[in-house]
């Protein structure tokens, strides 16, 4: 990369925050409003110091791009699904991605019966109707995203919502399919999502100022006013809706950091009002999944990793619940979906996500849990059987970090497997045909400073030499619950056919394994997270994967706080760092109550405004509150101008401060895309060449040693 460029230097303007008897001075804050025209030409100019920055790089990024599109089947369609719409007819839909274009088109065929599956190699299926093209939604924009596309039940007509900045905040308006003409009725500023309450009345959020979703409306079609369903004050609560399988049932859930409550909406009954499954208690979440007949609930009341009950469809409260399950320690389960012979459970066993079934007689009662295996070390599979409730075969979903993402149809009557689509990889110039053999994938545990063993998912070319010579990119998150899984990737092989190893941390305060492991890594315990990112680390050097000028990490939102924290604890441990949209700034952002989202994250890292204890531990690993004077690793920052989940200002201010604090001499560089949101690039092609940009750096990065001195390059 060029060193003779040289980065801008933001202004200081001096500001101090005091709370809890404690002052920071802030010479950054001045950034907080994004539309100030001194900030903006900052991004600007912080882009063209990184463009010329990286200019050396420009061969690199070109051959990464070429390695993604040429293993990319760019003009390609999705596996079609099932779907009767009674009174029209039986149909296939589908999506289908054309070569030079980077949004899809949204389509359907004639269906008879589910054994007439169309070839998703053929061209174009016989019948195939035209609903909804993206590609031509997204003409003269720098930026689309759909938020909804909703048939409605009777298949005619279609909902749609688009965003054209990256704001999150979409337009919603209709289509009638039969004549594929758009239909007057448009709302604007709505959230994403939205579902159909009958075949005339479409249900729909919007957002407070906190861009939370706290109101639910229903709009028929052809009226003037909306009617509001439900409005939720509370502030640490967000809503969700959408519609049960066999579309009578409109369901609203209302979701803090650690409760929820569910209601039902009676789609037939034009009187009917939301009626609650049960009113929401502190601590206690459940999940329902309708059933015909009656409710499947996956709760954790009394039970931290889930239990499962059933209750009548006329329950009101957790006294009408009858348990099926109790629970078992680090056995997660994450979700039931209900078809008239099988209930079908999503859940984590041992930090790999799995799928059992439980058939159903005809009463609909429960028979004893069946497992499906799969031979590899680690994986992920989950499970749909479309929206058909009369299913008598559900499809999974299977991919490994070496076994590209397949879908397979599983027959219920005798377990037979067929795999309908496998993600193909085409065949590459250099590195030819793509064969699972040729890669290996492992589990490695570390260990932490207190004793805890922390798992690793590794993968790497069966030919890379293991003797710390390796490059290593190193992926962690590690908040929300949310597990990382084994997945597959094919920008990803453009590192691991340069002999590179791709590994990731499944730290504490993510949901590998167990609700446990969620706790152990939030709130008071929250610094669990950073320290087990750097023993993983350490590990992987100690085990001879890789050396410390070889490693990199990598990490985006709270993951962006993962990997910044960590560079604060051992900045020594890492050659690089890519921080995508960063969590960096977290205490400045949650002691604002005014800002999107911050009352909801108080349950997830504590309440800094009213609580000394929770600002004092959240000012001890705050990355923008922490950078020290020394040698950081080399940085590179992506974020979005419009991002309103981690607002731009938090990853600006921490590159100045790393510049101005640390006095490090590597590369610090800031990217924004100036159009976009928390996403980044909408359009694929985009979004390829964004990783080609950051691929190549992080190559480059750990190709050479701190000094400089040549080490072994990319092969």
């Known amino acids: 990369m060029s060193s003779a460029v040289r980065p801008p230097v933001a202004p200081r303007h001096l500001y101090t925050r005091t709370h809890h008897g404690d002052d920071f001075t802030d010479p950054y804050a001045w950034m907080r409003d994004k539309t100030d025209p001194e900030f903006v030409a900052y991004l600007k100019a912080e882009n063209a110091y990184t463009e010329a920055a990286t200019a050396p790089l420009a061969a690199l990024r070109e051959e990464i791009y070429a390695d993604i599109s040429v293993r990319t089947r760019q003009t390609d369609l999705s596996v079609?699904?099932?779907?009767?719409?009674?009174?029209?007819?039986?149909?296939?839909?589908?999506?289908?991605?054309?070569?030079?274009?980077?949004?899809?088109?949204?389509?359907?065929?004639?269906?008879?019966?589910?054994?007439?599956?169309?070839?998703?190699?053929?061209?174009?299926?016989?019948?195939?109707?035209?609903?909804?093209?993206?590609?031509?939604?997204?003409?003269?924009?720098?930026?689309?995203?759909?938020?909804c596309f909703d048939v409605s039940p009777d298949g005619r007509l279609a909902g749609y919502s688009t965003d054209t900045s990256g704001d999150e905040r979409y337009r919603l308006r209709f289509l009638d399919l039969m004549t594929g003409e758009a239909l007057p009725d448009e709302v604007e500023e709505v959230a994403s999502g939205g579902c159909w309450a009958g075949n005339d009345s479409f249900c729909y959020l919007t957002v407070d100022e906190a861009w939370r979703p706290d109101r639910l409306w229903r709009h028929r079609l052809g009226e003037a006013t909306d009617v509001l369903l439900h409005h939720e004050p509370d502030q640490r609560f967000w809503l969700g809706a959408d519609s049960s399988r066999d579309h009578?049932?409109?369901?609203?859930?209302?979701?803090?950091?650690?409760?929820?409550?569910?209601?039902?909406?009676?789609?037939?009954?034009?009187?009917?009002?939301?009626?609650?499954?049960?009113?929401?208690?502190?601590?206690?979440?459940?999940?329902?999944?309708?059933?015909?007949?009656?409710?499947?609930?996956?709760?954790?009341?009394?039970?931290?990793?889930?239990?499962?009950?059933?209750a009548p469809l006329t329950a009101t409260t957790a006294a009408d619940w009858v348990p099926i399950w109790s629970g078992e320690p680090g056995v997660r389960l994450l979700g039931v979906t209900a078809y008239d012979r099988v209930l079908v459970q999503s859940l984590r066993r041992d930090g790999l996500q799995l799928v059992t079934l439980r058939h159903r007689d005809a009463a609909g009662d429960l028979g004893p849990e069946l497992g499906i295996g799969f031979d590899e070390p680690i994986y992920q599979v989950d499970a749909d059987g479309g929206d058909e409730a009369d299913t008598d075969r559900i499809r999974l979903h299977y991919q490994s970090m070496v076994t590209p993402d397949q879908v397979i149809e599983y027959r219920l009557a005798d377990g037979d497997r067929k795999v309908l689509r496998q993600r193909?990889?085409?065949?590459?110039?250099?590195?030819?045909?793509?064969?699972?053999?040729?890669?290996?994938?492992?589990?490695?545990?570390?260990?932490?400073?207190?004793?805890?063993?922390?798992?690793?998912?590794?993968?790497?070319?069966?030919?890379?030499?293991?003797?710390?010579?390796?490059?290593?990119?190193?992926?962690?998150?590690?908040?929300?619950?949310?597990?990382?899984?084994?997945?597959?990737?094919?920008?990803?092989?453009?590192?691991?056919?340069?002999?590179?190893?791709?590994?990731?941390?499944?730290?504490?305060?993510?949901?590998?394994?167990?609700?446990?492991?969620?706790?152990?890594?939030?709130?008071?315990?929250?610094?669990?997270?950073?320290?087990?990112?750097?023993?993983?680390?350490?590990?992987?050097?100690?085990?001879?994967?890789?050396?410390?000028?070889?490693?990199?990490?990598?990490?985006?939102?709270?993951?962006?706080?993962?990997?910044?924290?960590?560079?604060?604890?051992?900045?020594?441990?890492?050659?690089?760092?890519?921080?995508?949209?960063?969590?960096?700034?977290?205490?400045?952002?949650?002691?604002?109550?005014?800002?999107?989202?911050t009352v909801m994250e108080w349950e997830e890292w504590g309440d800094p405004l009213h609580d000394p204890d929770a600002y004092a531990r959240m000012r001890r690993y705050s990355p923008y509150e922490n950078?020290?004077?020394?040698?950081?690793p080399a940085i590179l920052v992506t974020t979005s101008l419009n991002d309103t989940r981690v607002e731009v200002t938090e990853p600006a201010k921490w590159v100045a401060a790393l510049r101005h604090d640390s006095g490090s001499e590597r590369p610090i560089l800031l990217k924004t895309e100036l159009v976009a949101g928390h996403g980044g690039s909408s359009g694929r092609y985009q979004a390829w060449r964004d990783a080609a940009f950051e691929l190549a750096w992080l190559i480059a990065a750990t190709s050479h040693h701190p000094s400089g001195d040549e080490r072994r390059g990319p092969r």
């Open 627 to 632: 950078v020290r004077a020394g040698q950081y």
């Open 248 to 310: 009578r049932w409109v369901q609203l859930v209302a979701a803090s950091k650690s409760s929820t409550e569910t209601w039902l909406l009676e789609v037939a009954d034009p009187a009917a009002a939301l009626r609650s499954v049960t009113p929401r208690r502190e601590d206690v979440e459940y999940d329902v999944e309708i059933a015909g007949d009656r409710l499947f609930i996956v709760h954790n009341d009394g039970a931290p990793d889930f239990a499962l009950a059933e």
């Open 424 to 597: 193909p990889v085409l065949d590459h110039p250099r590195f030819g045909h793509y064969r699972p053999g040729d890669y290996r994938q492992r589990r490695e545990w570390a260990v932490a400073a207190d004793g805890t063993r922390i798992p690793i998912s590794l993968v790497y070319r069966a030919d890379t030499p293991l003797d710390g010579s390796a490059g290593c990119l190193l992926y962690g998150y590690g908040a929300y619950e949310i597990s990382v899984a084994p997945s597959f990737s094919i920008a990803r092989l453009s590192l691991l056919d340069r002999g590179y190893i791709y590994a990731t941390a499944h730290v504490r305060g993510g949901g590998e394994l167990g609700r446990a492991w969620y706790t152990a890594g939030r709130l008071e315990a929250k610094e669990n997270s950073f320290t087990d990112f750097v023993a993983c680390a350490r590990h992987l050097v100690a085990a001879g994967y890789t050396s410390t000028d070889r490693l990199a990490a990598e990490g985006g939102s709270a993951g962006g706080l993962l990997v910044g924290a960590a560079i604060n604890l051992a900045p020594e441990a890492f050659a690089a760092v890519h921080a995508a949209v960063p969590f960096v700034d977290a205490l400045t952002t949650i002691l604002d109550p005014e800002l999107p989202l």
């Open 80 to 147: 079609p699904e099932f779907v009767r719409h009674p009174g029209l007819g039986e149909f296939w839909y589908y999506a289908r991605t054309t070569e030079g274009l980077d949004y899809p088109s949204y389509h359907r065929c004639p269906a008879e019966g589910r054994d007439s599956l169309p070839d998703p190699n053929s061209d174009v299926p016989a019948g195939e109707q035209l609903l909804l093209d993206a590609q031509a939604l997204a003409a003269g924009t720098e930026f689309f995203a759909l938020g």
